[in-house]
């Protein structure tokens, strides 16, 4: 028999498929449990049986996570790839050649807005990446619909604004003024006048606990509720003033950094800060925390970027750079403003940051704040001379969770999820550290001391048990009442002797006073009460 060939379009298709299955199996080993149990091994047929049946189990959902990857998770993160060679550099691609290589709606999205009459400006963005606030240091205030590219209101507050920040949505957004922070609605009008807060230089807001928190000139810490209006903490840093603070996404805790070169993190319910850092040897002007939590950047004016390990408050890595503003995205760059240049490092892996973009401005240009957009590869810039906005491929995370954030959420979905947010609020304690502590059971300390009264409870109870004792009859006149007598009141004695220590330990009274020796040799002020051996 003749054996049949197959066609060219045959051959493509077997190929397609075998590259299809070789691609599933290395999803389904991403998901897989490591290596399996060698059921060889085994001589119990009931524990052969049992392993047997959870390892075929693992394999099932290693393959339906792998299967669900294809629906769920249909976006990868690109970032900028050179030759196999390693002649070209990243850092060397302009802005200009990135935005011609990218599709249409994505080419849209830079832009360069020059206002040089009200600057330098400051922006924020909402947790889902679609709107933008910013605020002009000589009073300009704008939000933006940056889906649209539409302008929604833009006021003058003809007053120094130094800082801008979404509140838990669109609706409403605070700004740090001249004498204190105000609290405007979407519309421009303003809701609210926080006066305690004073002359507020930075504004943070804790969205799962409803909480703004601000630091003003003098150094107060303060912390506001703005679901019930409540001044939830007011603290006194003792650090002077610093206008630096950023919070962690990971646990709400406030990093602030200070003129010492110290770095402190807060919490509402504690006078004190949770962890002080000795970061630089000069006064700190930046920080930034990763969205995971664990990774902690430094910047300050010894010309060092350091990158901590909050789990071990260990340097990882320093750098040598200055930078006036620092800022993580959501996948891991990190972006760094000097002057008029922005550097933007990325993970090598090992946590070994090296460049991965550069971009500078038009000469003369102060960047003073550099912010990822979320859920997008954009950075926004705001400088002395307006705002900008870059591309950056691979910073922001392709694949969003609509319960989390929703960058296209409708009127009715933001109403629900405002109402969901609310009821779920997490209270001021549940910040710290360590979030995964909370409902948890705390360990039983080792070593308790007993109230008086459980002491003496117990003493009368071994009391009773010695007084209870019956003794051995003997004979030769060795059983007589007094000699019985005699023996439990020494069981009586032996029972009690325990109790008493315990007793004088916790009042903290010793049983003799020691008598100060003539060997110690005592200062002269002292030497008077010491007692003379007679």
């Not at 009442?481 to 009141?489: D, F, G, L, T």
């Not at 003539?518 to 200062?523: K, Q, S, V, Y």
Request: aromatic share 8%.
């Amino acid at each position: 028999m003749a054996s049949a060939k197959l066609g060219p379009d045959q051959k493509a298709m077997e190929g397609g498929e075998q590259g299809a299955l070789d691609e599933m199996e290395k999803k389904v080993h991403r998901y897989s449990r490591g290596k399996g149990a060698n059921l060889g091994a085994l001589r119990d047929k009931k524990l052969k049986g049992q392993l047997a049946a959870r390892e075929k189990l693992y394999g099932h959902s290693a393959k339906a996570a792998a299967q669900a990857e294809k629906w769920f998770m249909p976006t990868d993160v690109g970032y900028l790839e050179p030759d196999d060679k390693g002649l070209e550099k990243t850092y060397r691609y302009p802005q200009h050649s990135i935005v011609e290589e990218v599709d249409l709606l994505s080419s849209r999205k830079p832009f360069d807005m020059i206002l040089p009459l009200l600057g330098p400006y400051t922006l924020g963005y909402t947790g889902n990446g679609r709107y933008m606030v910013v605020g002009g240091r000589k009073g300009h205030v704008a939000m933006m619909d940056m889906l649209n590219l539409e302008l929604i209101k833009e006021f003058q507050v003809r007053e120094t604004v130094r800082d801008v920040a979404f509140l838990h949505n669109e609706q409403l957004y605070a700004v740090a003024q001249k004498k204190c922070p105000y609290i405007y609605n979407r519309h421009g009008t303003e809701i609210h006048c926080l006066k305690e807060h004073g002359k507020s230089l930075k504004l943070q807001f804790l969205e799962k606990h409803f909480l703004l928190s601000s630091i003003n000139s003098f150094g107060q810490l303060h912390y506001q509720d703005i679901s019930t209006g409540e001044m939830v903490a007011n603290y006194r840093t003792g650090l002077g003033r610093t206008d630096v603070m950023r919070v962690n996404p990971y646990n709400a805790v406030i990093g602030i950094g200070h003129a010492g070169g110290k770095v402190t993190m807060w919490k509402p319910t504690s006078v004190k800060p949770l962890v002080t850092m000795l970061c630089h040897s000069g006064p700190v002007t930046a920080i930034a925390f990763d969205r995971g939590g664990h990774l902690m950047a430094t910047a300050g004016v010894d010309r060092k970027v350091k990158l901590w390990d909050l789990r071990k408050y260990e340097v990882i890595n320093s750098y040598a750079a200055r930078a006036q503003s620092l800022d993580f995205s959501q996948k891991g760059l990190l972006a760094c403003s000097n002057g008029s240049q922005v550097e933007i490092f990325r993970d090598t892996g090992g946590q070994d940051y090296k460049i991965y973009m550069k971009h500078r401005m038009v000469k003369g240009y102060q960047i003073g704040k550099v912010l990822f957009r979320p859920y997008e590869d954009i950075l926004g810039i705001g400088h002395s001379m307006g705002l900008s906005s870059i591309l950056v491929p691979g910073s922001g995370e392709p694949n969003f969770d609509t319960f989390v954030d929703n960058p296209i959420e409708t009127s009715k979905q933001r109403r629900e999820k405002e109402v969901q947010s609310l009821l779920n609020k997490l209270q001021p304690e549940t910040v710290m550290l360590d979030p995964n502590m909370i409902a948890t059971v705390r360990p039983s300390r080792k070593k308790e001391k007993r109230t008086k009264k459980e002491i003496e409870e117990e003493m009368e109870d071994a009391v009773e048990a010695a007084k209870n004792i019956e003794f051995k009859k003997k004979t030769k006149g060795r059983s007589k009442a007094s000699k019985r007598a005699k023996k439990r009141e020494e069981e009586v004695l032996k029972a009690k002797r325990p109790f008493l220590e315990q007793h004088k330990e916790n009042d903290g009274r010793p049983d003799k006073k020691h008598r100060v020796s003539e060997e110690i040799e005592l200062p002269k002020a002292l030497q008077r009460f010491a007692k003379s051996r007679q």
